[in-house]
Structure formats: C-alpha cells, structure tokens
C-alpha cells in the first residue's frame, strides 16, 4: 500500500515537472509569436534590408542562416559519425579510449564563444579562410561534434551484440556488417543527436560573431569565402546596435519568429525521417 502511494506522488511529480516544463515552452513560443507576427509578410521574407534596417525584410540572413547550418552539418555528420563507429566498433578497449571519451563529454559543455575564438585564431587568421561561411561553418561544425559524437554513440552501442554476430556468423565482414547492418538499426539515435545540432547550429551567435556574420551586406553571398547576414547575430545587431529602437525592435521579435520557425520545420523534417527508419526497422 505505501509503495502505490509513494509510486504515485512520484508519478505526480514529474508530470507536474513535465506540463510546467511544456507550459514554459508554449509561453515563449507565444511571445515571441505575439511580439513579431505583425511584421512578418512575404515582402520580409523575401526582400533586403533598407532605410538602415528600419524597413524591407531579411532574406539574406535567413539565406545565410541556411548555408551555415547546411555548411556545419555537412562537415560533423559524417565526421561524428565516422568518429563513433571508429570508438565503439574498432578501438580496442583501453585507459585511452575512456579518456578521449571523457574529453568528448567535456567538450560539449565549453561555451560557445570559446569555439568563436578558436574558429577565429585558426580558419579566418592561420588558414586565410577569412570571416566568411566556411569559416563560420566549420567553427560551428566543431561545436556540435561532440553532441554528434556522443549520440552517434549510444545509438551505436544499444544495437544488440548478436545481431553482429549473426551478420558474422553468415560470412559477412565486420565492415559490411558495421555498413548494412549496425548503422541502419542505430540511425534514429544519430538522426536525434542531428536533430539536436541543428537547433543549437541554427540559433548559435558567438561563433559567428568572430568567423562568418556581418550587420549588413548588399545582396547574397557568391562563395563560401563571402560574408554573411544570420539571423542570430542580426536579431543581436538590431537589439544592441539599431539606431532606430521602435522599429527595430519589431523587426527583431520578426526575426525571432523566423528562426524558431525554421528550427521547427527542419527539427520536424528530422523527426518525420527518425520515424520512418524506426518503423522500417521494427517492420
């Protein structure tokens, strides 16, 4: 009889934890909503900025939102990926592999600006790359990795140990087995590890601060060494930097909507795909 009771306050503490913790969430989305929604129009999303960002609209940040999330993810999907398959499947067990696990986890806790800074020091200064996308992209490609990694991971090791050694026993190589077999089973807990990285790539400002954003460019950029409008540095530009308060408050709160919006979309996108491979593997 106590043990019911106490069972069920424990219950009713994390569903009272659970709904304040949703409710939160739901009174952001809908401030934000409230506060930008009046700004938003197809003229916004599709135009540039004009009268010093007190009119027009933001497609240039929400294009160059889009190459840095896009340039981040195709540098530390297959690098993290890579990196957990090598770590769970082929190092041999050791002092050292815990370490470099350790160091993993660890990384992932360093603040932003610290991965701006390192970005800055070694694409835009050492290697030439300059402040422009590719320098931005790789300095929040290294930002994610270790989330990548350390998702990619789990995924990995909760794929049972006989279904590799079936695959084994068959004839199949480890290679082919790691290729054809372990990687599918294991691909809806990397999709949410990416899933997770693309909500932080998308919404990161220090980074890009010291590597790839500019307040303003006129027109699109040409090449992975242009500079780039983000819709995080530019929503930060307007609230500490505009010349115009009133209006560009409102356009800020426009542009908040917008990258809460996109991360929605492509965060959905991810977790439809998450599905289907869970399904497909489960049939």
């Not at 780039?228 to 929503?235: F, Q, S």
Request: one cysteine or more; glycine letters at 8%; proline letters at 5%.
């Amino acid at each position: 009889m106590r043990r019911n009771i106490t069972e069920k306050i424990g219950f009713g503490i994390v569903s009272v934890c659970m709904w304040i913790t949703v409710s939160f969430l739901f009174l952001i989305i809908f401030f934000i909503a409230v506060k930008g929604i009046g700004v938003i129009s197809w003229e916004f999303l599709t135009s540039q900025p004009r009268n010093a960002m007190t009119a027009g609209g933001v497609a240039p940040a929400i294009v160059g939102t889009f190459y840095l999330v896009v340039g981040s993810m195709m540098f530390a999907v297959p690098l993290g990926i890579a990196t957990a398959i090598y770590l769970t499947e082929y190092s041999p067990k050791s002092y050292v592999l815990n370490l470099i696990r350790i160091s993993i986890n660890n990384l992932a806790g360093v603040p932003s600006v610290v991965f701006g800074l390192f970005g800055l020091a070694i694409f835009v200064k050492f290697l030439g790359f300059g402040v422009s996308i590719i320098s931005g992209s790789l300095s929040l490609g290294i930002l994610v990795l270790p989330l990548i990694i350390s998702a990619a991971q789990e995924a990995l090791l909760a794929v049972p140990q006989s279904i590799r050694e079936a695959s084994l026993a068959v004839g199949a190589s480890k290679w082919q087995t790691i290729k054809k077999i372990v990687v599918p089973a294991a691909m809806p807990g990397i999709l949410t590890g990416v899933i997770l990285s693309i909500g932080r790539v998308a919404g990161e400002t220090a980074p890009i601060l010291f590597t790839a954003a500019t307040f303003y460019i006129k027109g699109y950029p040409d090449s992975p060494f242009s500079e780039v409008m983000a819709l995080p540095y530019h929503i930060y530009a307007l609230m500490t930097e505009g010349s115009h308060p009133e209006k560009q408050t409102a356009i800020a709160y426009g542009c908040c909507l917008i990258l809460l919006s996109l991360v929605l979309i492509v965060s959905g996108i991810a977790i439809y795909m998450r599905k289907r491979e869970r399904s497909y593997h489960h049939a």
